[in-house]
């Protein structure tokens, strides 16, 4: 049998850079052990293994694709359609309607009653020939969709428009009343198996719905905040850009004058996988699921995050990753870390060793209950058992998960 759960622990250190901002522009932050720590957040990090493109990737599996955006249903459904020739107002009734019995209709209900509103507070004379505002398809929140579920909500808007040879109000009531249709579920969830119609970022990290026609996803992987194992140390980066046109006339002036906070540390990353979460997402493929885990440790220990990457080049790979594999409750080694490292000597070593130190404890108190397996730089092997190089351990997780 597979284990419930397997945890990927990383360290990973960054000279001067700026890996996640805040709205103001400055290292995202989180206060812990009584110290202020930077911060990446699980967001920046989940979108970055999402959308990398390199090797070892999450596309180089592909069995469907994830659309994230307020603009799905504009750039894959009207789009196309009205491309293909059919008429724009018809096409767009018919996708606004998609978009309503989709994610439900409050929303565009509450907009609609507000407009009414300001219609009957107009004087007469601004009302007369006035222009029909188009029915928006754009979604007030970021809505994530398989590429196959568009597929096929483009399929019926297209049906629905034929049927009613083009007029806009007949298209509407046509989608209406097919999606209202007791098959009409059963038809979407069988594009794919388990959740998997939702496309692969949607089974791995999740995806919430409002309605009751699309399927919901748990997120089987667990991604926390990355802090630093020390107190925070920034700097503030004075930089111009020159003015090459004008310092050739003899004016010593920039063009450009700003200021920019640059960080560096040694980060605590961690990841859980949720084994039979992650299988069911992904309709009961044990197979899928331990090619996802190959993958997704390759990227913890390889894909950076960063903002400013013209200016800082923020790329490295991690020091340590150590994976666990049990049916017992994870837990974080970030406590490791309640006593920031001293940044004396090598910090990273120092790092290790808390961790080291961390993990006895905790098998002492409760037992050891994981089987453990690393991949580290330098002489990691008198810290941890069971050494291997990144590949091996990826097919190490990996095998874990197919049992």
């Not at 802090?227 to 003015?243: G, K, N, R």
């Not at 002489?379 to 874990?400: G, I, Q, V, Y």
């Amino acid at each position: 049998m597979p284990p419930r759960f397997l945890q990927i622990h990383n360290l990973t250190s960054y000279p001067a850079s700026l890996l996640n901002r805040d709205d103001a522009g400055f290292a995202k932050r989180m206060p812990f052990g009584g110290s202020i720590r930077t911060r990446i957040s699980s967001q920046c990090l989940k979108r970055h293994w999402r959308v990398y493109g390199g090797d070892n990737s999450l596309s180089s599996i592909a069995p469907s694709e994830s659309v994230r955006s307020r603009v799905s249903f504009e750039r894959h459904v009207l789009e196309p359609l009205v491309a293909e020739g059919l008429p724009e107002a018809a096409v767009r009734a018919a996708t606004a309607k998609i978009v309503g019995v989709l994610l439900g209709g409050e929303a565009k209900k509450e907009k609609a009653e507000k407009i009414q509103a300001k219609k009957k507070m107009r004087k007469p004379e601004e009302q007369v020939g006035a222009a029909a505002p188009k029915e928006s398809v754009k979604t007030d929140q970021v809505t994530v969709l398989g590429k196959l579920e568009l597929d096929f909500l483009k399929k019926v808007a297209r049906k629905a428009v034929e049927a009613a040879g083009g007029d806009a109000a007949k298209a509407a009531a046509s989608v209406d009343t097919r999606m209202k249709d007791k098959e009409f579920k059963k038809n979407l969830s069988a594009l794919a198996p388990g959740t998997l119609e939702a496309g692969l970022g949607a089974a791995l990290f999740g995806r919430m719905v409002t309605g009751d026609i699309l399927a919901r996803s748990d997120a089987a992987i667990h991604v926390a905040h990355a802090l630093t194992v020390h107190s925070q140390m920034t700097e503030s980066d004075y930089f111009s850009a020159i003015d090459d046109l004008v310092r050739e006339e003899g004016e010593q002036g920039s063009g450009h004058i700003n200021v920019s906070e640059l960080t560096s540390g040694v980060y605590y990353g961690y990841v859980v996988v949720d084994v039979g979460g992650l299988t069911s997402n992904l309709g009961g493929d044990r197979g899928l699921a331990g090619e996802v885990v190959e993958r997704l440790i390759h990227m913890v220990a390889t894909v950076s995050p960063g903002a400013k990457k013209g200016s800082t080049a923020p790329y490295a790979y991690s020091h340590l990753v150590l994976v666990e594999s049990a049916s017992s409750q994870p837990r974080t080694l970030q406590n490791a870390f309640l006593e920031p490292t001293r940044p004396a000597g090598n910090i990273v070593c120092s790092a290790e060793v808390q961790i080291r130190d961390h993990l006895a404890e905790l098998d002492q108190m409760y037992g050891k209950r994981e089987a453990r397996a690393h991949a580290g730089l330098g002489k990691t092997d008198e810290l941890f058992e069971n050494k291997m190089t990144l590949p091996d351990l990826a097919s190490w997780a990996k095998e874990r998960v197919k049992e």
